[in-house]
């Protein structure tokens, strides 16, 4: 869930890793859903795929925590 009160699923891709990247925290739930999506191929459009790929680099890099 994100701060607003909106679920991922009702928000664009883009939005929605805007949001996690701006709290600088992403649940487990959140990343699983963003992994799936990009792996299957449902993040349809480049600008998803890259949305969805620098939130994952930011986890890598250490500039993005988990929480739970």
Do not use: C, K
């Not at 709290?23 to 799936?36: D, P, R």
């Not at 600008?47 to 929480?67: C, H, K, M, P, W």
Request: hydrophobic fraction near 35%; charged fraction near 20%.
């Amino acid at each position: 869930m994100t701060d607003s009160g909106q679920t991922a699923t009702e928000l664009s891709i883009p939005t929605w890793t805007e949001q996690i990247m701006v709290a600088g925290e992403i649940s487990s739930q959140e990343h699983f859903q963003l992994v799936s999506l990009f792996l299957s191929e449902l993040a349809t459009s480049e600008t998803d795929r890259q949305a969805i790929n620098r939130v994952l680099d930011e986890i890598q890099s250490g500039r993005l925590y988990f929480r739970d």
